[in-house]
């Protein structure tokens, strides 16, 4: 975990414009915020999507069992940017917490709903042109915990403290120490920018991959039949 400002001063680290432990100057930040956001902005361009996980918490509507996820939305819908996927998510109310299970669409429709009907178990993120997430029923209130992650955009701000997966911190390191090099006036170094093409390489064959589904498959004889008596 760090911040812009973390990601700027490490990659003058590693241009040795700054010495061990030194903090970067008002213009050297502001300069590394600026070839940062310009970075950004010409991998989106490629289509090359960088990944940071957050932690979010929405309240929860009892007349609800599916929500709106993205920027704009009213109450109860959720207000924030879409994730690209879901890592992990809990229901909670008051003191009480339980794990939600990630599961898809067709899965979410099928399974039996088991003890309280207006407690969900289930959770199932839907990539639509508005993302949605659903429930296996309306929960009779209380908040979602829902740990994602999300495209990084070139909106940033320097004490804005971003978790990337482990894979993303040395491609945005490396890649902006070798944008800074002509700002410094220093050669690009041979094993710098073979660290910034093998680097970035890793996060181009991450968005090749495809996003993988939330299945957990269930017996084929079973299915749901009013409020979650199995038939056979």
């Keep these: 975990m760090g911040t812009v400002k973390q990601l700027i001063e490490d990659a003058l ?19 590394g915020l600026r070839y940062l956001t310009n970075m ?29 996820w993205a920027t ?74 829902i740990i994602s992650e999300k495209p990084l955009d070139n909106t940033l701000t320097l004490t804005e403290t971003l978790t990337f997966p482990d894979y993303c911190n040395l491609p945005l390191m490396y890649n902006l120490a070798v944008l800074l090099c002509g700002q410094y006036e220093i050669d690009i170094d041979t094993t710098l920018a073979l660290n910034a093409r093998t680097n970035k390489g890793i996060l181009e064959r991450f968005n090749m991959a495809p996003v993988p589904t939330m299945r957990s498959p269930i017996p084929n004889n079973r299915r749901a039949s009013g409020r979650g008596l199995l038939v056979r």
């Design 40 to 68: 950004i902005a010409m991998w989106s361009i490629e289509g090359l999507m960088v990944p940071y996980q957050t932690t979010e918490t929405f309240t929860l509507d009892s007349s609800y069992a599916t929500y709106n």
């Design 72 to 145: 704009g939305q009213s109450a109860p819908h959720f207000n924030s940017a879409s994730p690209v996927r879901i890592k992990a998510a809990s229901f909670a109310i008051g003191n009480y917490q339980k794990p939600l299970k990630p599961v898809d669409k067709s899965e979410l429709l099928r399974t039996p709903i088991f003890g309280n009907i207006a407690e969900p178990s289930l959770i199932c993120f839907d990539r639509q042109i508005i993302p949605t997430i659903s429930f296996d029923c309306a929960p009779y209130g209380g908040v979602v915990k």
């Design 13 to 31: 680290g590693e241009l040795v414009v700054l010495s061990e432990g030194e903090e970067a100057s008002d213009t050297q930040i502001n300069v």
